[in-house]
């Protein structure tokens, strides 16, 4: 017999800010628990309960999706080119562990690459402050590579994360509205489902460093067992490799050096928490979007369906859908960035290397479901 749950009454959708000062919180009505037939969709605009967002006045969110799309790649190519051809920002020495200059083929096959990550943002529905933190979590891996290893300066690694986050993000603020789960302080009160959990500064650290420890965590038992070897003899030519970082050591960075590799996956740990926790947490723990199941006359795909993906509620599926994609985009991303644009690097040294950064994901996933459970 495939697993039940009892749903609950209540279940919240979130408003864009533009449109909330002409509602009334008292209108805002919860929906009941009534099922429908229709499963939910695993990856549309609509693939977080709390994550429906209205029109707003502004003119760029009427024109249509054919538009609004190559429109927010044109804007993300622009950006990117220009930033990052600025001589002032002082970025040079990312060259000096660079393949060189690529031929035609790699120039589009990064460019299709890139496209396809803003149309997977896109159809999933994110705005600014799911596609800045899905695009933190997937190139992060990249320039922590370069810090640890290829000695390049931390500032150097912020500014070009920074600039690629903003070239990405940038039309997904012009083009998309942004969901009040984003800023819950200034919602309606009855408009986001869990608002006193998101508004609280507490919780807003504690969910933070909880990621930031536990990515901190993984990368160490990494080292300590095998990527330190993965390395060596997958990546030719890397500058830093002391004896101390060799397969069996107890630490990569050293208790002592343990703060600063905490600091360095800040960014990590709040990107995490703004693409995990907020839109989870957000969303009501029910079935509403269970399809009806009767054990005594579902076929074998009402079974399978219920035991695969029916039985979790909206709340889990929202945050296993957003962990899925954050590991397949990790591992996709770090294994392309790393092998097109580091001297000596293989594929398979660089997927190796994205492993522990999907399985922090997935660690960082699994705790949030466990706080997310009393919510």
Same mark, same amino acid.
């Given at each position: 017999?495939?697993?039940?749950?009892?749903?609950?009454?209540?279940?919240?959708?979130?408003?864009?800010?533009?449109?909330?000062?002409?509602?009334?919180?008292?209108?805002?009505?919860?929906?009941?628990?009534?099922?429908?037939?229709?499963?939910?969709?695993?990856?549309?605009?609509?693939?977080?309960?709390?994550?429906?967002?209205?029109?707003?006045?502004?003119?760029?969110?009427?024109?249509?999706?054919?538009?609004?799309?190559?429109?927010?790649?044109?804007?993300?190519?622009?950006?990117?080119?220009?930033?990052?051809?600025?001589?002032?920002?002082?970025?040079?020495?990312?060259?000096?562990?660079?393949?060189?200059?690529?031929?035609?083929?790699?120039?589009?096959?990064?460019?299709?690459?890139?496209?396809?990550?803003?149309?997977?943002?896109?159809?999933?529905?994110?705005?600014?402050?799911?596609?800045?933190?899905?695009?933190?979590?997937?190139?992060?891996?990249?320039?922590?590579?370069?810090?640890?290893?290829?000695?390049?300066?931390?500032?150097?690694?912020?500014?070009?994360?920074?600039?690629?986050?903003?070239?990405?993000?940038?039309?997904?603020?012009?083009?998309?509205?942004?969901?009040?789960?984003?800023?819950?302080?200034?919602?309606?009160?009855?408009?986001?489902?869990?608002?006193?959990?998101?508004?609280?500064?507490?919780?807003?650290?504690?969910?933070?460093?909880?990621? &930031?420890?536990?990515? $901190? #965590?993984?990368?160490?038992?990494?080292? *300590? !067992?095998? =990527?330190?070897?993965?390395? /060596? %003899?997958?990546?030719?030519?890397?500058?830093?490799?002391?004896?101390?970082?060799?397969?069996?050591?107890?630490?990569?960075?050293?208790?002592?050096?343990?703060?600063?590799?905490?600091?360095?996956?800040?960014?990590?740990?709040?990107?995490?928490?703004?693409?995990?926790?907020?839109?989870?947490?957000?969303?009501?723990?029910?079935?509403?979007?269970?399809?009806?199941?009767?054990?005594?006359?579902?076929?074998?795909?009402?079974?399978?369906?219920?035991?695969?993906?029916?039985?979790?509620? &909206?709340?889990?599926? $929202? #945050?296993?859908?957003?962990?899925?994609? *954050? !590991?397949? =985009?990790?591992?996709?991303? /770090? %294994?392309?960035?790393?092998?097109?644009?580091?001297?000596?690097?293989?594929?398979?040294?660089?997927?190796?290397?994205?492993?522990?950064?999907?399985?922090?994901?997935?660690?960082?996933?699994?705790?949030?479901?466990?706080?997310?459970?009393?919510?």
């Amino acid at each position: 017999m495939a697993p039940t749950r009892r749903s609950k009454s209540q279940s919240i959708s979130s408003i864009p800010a533009d449109t909330a000062d002409s509602l009334k919180a008292p209108n805002i009505k919860p929906s009941g628990s009534k099922r429908s037939s229709k499963s939910p969709p695993l990856f549309s605009e609509s693939v977080d309960a709390q994550h429906v967002l209205q029109k707003q006045r502004s003119s760029s969110y009427k024109l249509p999706n054919a538009v609004r799309f190559p429109l927010a790649v044109l804007i993300s190519y622009s950006l990117s080119v220009f930033l990052f051809s600025i001589p002032d920002l002082a970025i040079g020495d990312l060259a000096a562990v660079s393949k060189g200059e690529a031929s035609w083929p790699e120039t589009l096959g990064l460019l299709a690459w890139k496209t396809l990550e803003l149309a997977i943002c896109w159809v999933g529905g994110f705005d600014v402050y799911d596609a800045a933190s899905l695009i933190t979590l997937t190139h992060a891996p990249y320039y922590t590579l370069l810090w640890l290893f290829y000695l390049i300066r931390p500032t150097s690694n912020m500014l070009a994360l920074a600039i690629t986050v903003i070239s990405f993000s940038v039309p997904f603020a012009l083009l998309r509205p942004t969901a009040l789960i984003h800023y819950p302080s200034s919602a309606p009160r009855n408009s986001v489902y869990n608002r006193a959990i998101l508004a609280d500064p507490q919780t807003w650290i504690y969910t933070s460093i909880l990621a &930031t420890a536990m990515f $901190a #965590l993984v990368l160490e038992g990494s080292f *300590a !067992t095998y =990527l330190s070897g993965w390395l /060596t %003899t997958r990546f030719n030519g890397l500058p830093i490799l002391r004896a101390e970082y060799a397969p069996g050591s107890y630490s990569f960075m050293g208790v002592a050096n343990w703060p600063a590799l905490l600091v360095g996956l800040l960014p990590v740990g709040l990107a995490t928490r703004e693409f995990l926790f907020v839109p989870s947490i957000s969303t009501p723990p029910s079935e509403v979007y269970s399809p009806r199941f009767d054990t005594s006359t579902a076929g074998f795909r009402e079974h399978f369906y219920q035991n695969i993906w029916g039985w979790w509620t &909206t709340r889990e599926q $929202a #945050l296993i859908v957003r962990v899925g994609v *954050a !590991t397949v =985009l990790i591992l996709a991303n /770090t %294994t392309l960035e790393v092998w097109a644009n580091i001297q000596g690097a293989s594929p398979y040294g660089a997927f190796g290397y994205a492993i522990p950064w999907a399985l922090g994901v997935m660690v960082v996933g699994i705790a949030f479901g466990v706080v997310g459970e009393s919510a």
